[in-house]
Each structure stands twice: as structure tokens, then as C-alpha cells.
């Protein structure tokens, strides 16, 4: 008969060999929310009158899901091994479906449809040509990134449109309003979109056929994947996420500019390399790209408040990646 203590000591051997495992199969994300407190650290020494202030967390609520919005849903495309550099274009795109729709028509939810099919236009597009065509999707998309700015700057010719006859409507309130003064509506967006994106990628089988299809593509056919159909449909998502975002952007200052979308190209990016997952495919978390988000959209404020000059932003957002990149290297070598 076993002894009590030899009992425990079993406990915590098997509980110790899980904590070991758990480490070992989460380094990366756990890594990142090191990092995060990490800077977090940094910046309440660096300027504790700013970071101990509530107002800093509300700004980062506010802004930092313009474009987490789209990290989200990137995250899952470049698991699957593909990669989307149109999706800045597409916010224009989008955001101009809805501005114009809702100068002619005055209607908020004809507006709201024909930015969201303008992004299922741009993500189907993306798709067919990656997922169909065969093209490359770095090429593919940096054409279709030319394209749709193309499309909008062409369709408005460079001229703006005020979305004011949006404010005080419900759905205003819905997108970028304030809940209970304190939280912005975009925040709330993100959860829900991160929440939304985990479900698929982990309790579903369009998840698990995205990690197959990024791990190996070859494998994924021969167990009956639709390796098309599932790259269409993350295009797709792709697309929609990206007008979405370009719209909550926009009603938050509430003007549409056809240069939407310049400057969220290499944050994007940055949070979902730095969130850990791979840049090879088949490795990814929503949690690492979540947390990664809001690392990135501190990095500004933060260099501001401890005294640097906002040049620095661009120094470590590159730093990051490259760091990122290097180090998912040496890992997925290292574990082979």
C-alpha cells in the first residue's frame, strides 16, 4: 500500500512533469506576457504619473483595436501559411463603401452592409487569386494592396467625407461609443472578435484543419481537407475584419480620409509575430496576438511619456519583429 507521502511526492512529480510540459508547448505566448509585464515594469518607472493614471488605459482601449481588429483574424491566416498585406487598403475600402452608401441613401444599415461586402469583395478576391490561382500570397496581396487603394483614391478622387449624421444614433454608440463612460465600444469589439477567432481556431474543425494545413499542406490534402475552400474562407474573414476595423476607425473620429489604413500595416504584423506565432505556419495563439496588440499600441505612448523622441517607435517596432522572427527560428529548430 502506498504511504501518504509517497502519495503526495506522486502528485507532485505529475503535476510538476505538466506545469514542464505546459511551459514547454506555450514558450512563446508565455514569453510575450512576460515581455508585456516586462514594459509595462519599465514604463511605471519611467513615468509613474501617466501610467498609474486610468486616462492612459482608456486612450489604449481606444485606439489599439483599430488594429487588433485585424491582427486577430491575420493570426489565423498566417498559421495557415499565408500571409495578407492588403488589408490597410482594405479599411479604405470598406470604410469608402460605407461613407458614400450612407451620403446617398441615409440609411445606416444599407451603409453597413456594403462595407461589409465590400470587404467579402477583397477577401474573396484574395483568396481566388492565392487559394485558386496559385499565386503567392507576399505577391499577391502587395498587387491587391496597390489595387484597392487604387480603387479608392480613384472612386473619391482623394477627397474625404464627414461621417457626422452618424453621431447620436444608436449604432454609434454600438461601435465607438462609451460603456458607462469608461470603456470604449471598440474594446468590447475586440474581445468579442478574439473570443470569436479562439472558438474557431481551437474548438472547431475549421481550427484544426487551419494548424494541419500550416504544419503540412500535403498531409492536410491527404486526410480530405478542402485546403481551397478553407484558404478562401480566411481571406474572406480577412477581408470582412479589415473593413470592420477601417469602419470603427473612422466613426471614432468621425471622418473617413481615403489614406485610412497607412501606419497599421507594420503594427499589425509586429503583433502577430510577436505574439508568437510562426512565420513557417502551423503555430499561432489568439492569446499571444491579443496581449502582443496591446504591448505594440503602449510601445508609443510609452516612449513619449519616459522622455524619448517618437523616432525611437519605429526603431523598436522593426527590433520586434526581427527578434520575434529569430527567436520562433531557433525554437522550432531546436524542438525538431
Not at 491575420?74 to 458614400?100: H, K
Not at 484544426?208 to 503540412?216: P, R, S
Not at 511619456?305 to 526603431?315: D, K, N, V
Request: with cysteine; hydrophobic share 55%; net charge positive.
Amino acid at each position: 500500500m502506498i504511504s501518504r507521502l509517497e502519495a503526495r511526492r506522486r502528485t507532485a512529480d505529475g503535476s510538476g512533469a505538466g506545469l514542464a510540459r505546459y511551459g514547454r508547448r506555450h514558450a512563446v505566448q508565455l514569453g510575450t506576457i512576460a515581455v508585456g509585464l516586462l514594459i509595462w515594469a519599465v514604463f511605471i518607472i519611467g513615468a509613474p504619473r501617466t501610467f498609474l493614471s486610468y486616462n492612459i488605459y482608456q486612450a489604449f482601449m481606444s485606439t489599439t483595436p483599430f488594429f487588433a481588429l485585424m491582427a486577430l483574424p491575420l493570426t489565423m491566416v498566417v498559421i495557415a501559411g499565408e500571409i495578407d498585406l492588403s488589408f490597410p487598403s482594405v479599411m479604405a475600402l470598406g470604410t469608402a463603401a460605407y461613407a458614400y452608401t450612407l451620403a446617398y441613401t441615409g440609411d445606416l444599415t444599407l451603409a453597413f452592409f456594403a462595407c461589409a461586402l465590400a470587404g467579402i469583395l477583397a477577401g474573396v478576391t484574395n483568396g481566388g487569386i492565392v487559394a485558386g490561382l496559385g499565386i503567392p500570397s507576399l505577391v499577391a496581396t502587395i498587387g491587391t494592396q496597390f489595387f484597392w487603394r487604387g480603387v479608392v483614391l480613384v472612386g473619391t478622387g482623394g477627397n474625404g467625407v464627414s461621417l457626422v449624421p452618424t453621431r447620436g444614433t444608436v449604432f454609434y454608440s454600438m461601435m465607438v461609443g462609451r460603456l458607462e463612460g469608461l470603456i470604449p465600444a471598440q474594446m468590447l469589439w475586440t474581445v468579442f472578435m478574439a473570443i470569436v477567432v479562439a472558438f474557431l481556431l481551437n474548438r472547431h474543425r475549421f481550427g484544426a484543419h487551419v494548424y494541419l494545413i500550416g504544419d503540412n499542406i500535403e498531409s492536410a490534402r491527404l486526410m480530405g481537407v478542402n485546403v481551397r475552400q478553407r484558404k478562401m474562407l480566411l481571406f474572406m474573414l480577412m477581408g470582412i475584419a479589415a473593413a470592420f476595423a477601417g469602419l470603427v476607425a473612422s466613426l471614432e473620429v468621425t471622418y473617413f480620409w481615403p489614406t485610412l489604413g497607412d501606419g497599421y500595416l507594420l503594427t499589425t504584423i509586429a503583433s502577430v509575430f510577436l505574439g508568437g506565432t510562426s512565420v513557417f505556419g502551423g503555430t499561432g495563439t489568439i492569446l499571444g496576438t491579443f496581449v502582443a496588440c496591446f504591448i505594440i499600441g503602449a510601445i508609443n505612448a510609452g516612449i513619449v511619456a519616459i522622455g524619448l523622441t517618437g523616432f525611437w517607435t519605429q526603431l523598436i517596432y522593426g527590433l520586434i519583429i526581427v527578434l520575434s522572427v529569430t527567436l520562433q527560428t531557433a525554437l522550432s529548430r531546436k524542438l525538431a
